[in-house]
């Protein structure tokens, strides 16, 4: 199985910042597609963020201009880097690679709350 870590979860107040990290136990280059989900309590989890081994990104639209999805090919990590962030974010987040065929993977999931 291919494990997925997920880190850098935490409170944080609003306009603050976090890096979320997700570390694989294979080449990330060798995953077509990576993503950032999201399930906030009472709510249906969402896809964030998704980048393909071109490096091409799609986000939700409410995090457009906020957050940022990064690879590094050569740390076999996936980042997410969450600017100007909003109580709406508060949030377990996933990471998840899907392989050809549409085999995917999911890491644990790591804790996001924006509080005053």
Known sequence: QVQLVES???LVQPGGSLRLSCAASTSIANI????WYRQAPGKEREVVATIVSTSSTNYIDSVKGRFTISRDNAKNTVYLQMN???????AVYYCQATMVLGRTYW?????????S
């Open 107 to 115: 890491g644990q999931g790591t804790q996001v709350t924006i509080s």
């Open 32 to 35: 077509p597609i990576m993503a």
């Open 8 to 10: 850098g979860g935490g």
């Open 84 to 90: 100007s962030l909003k109580f709406e974010d508060t």
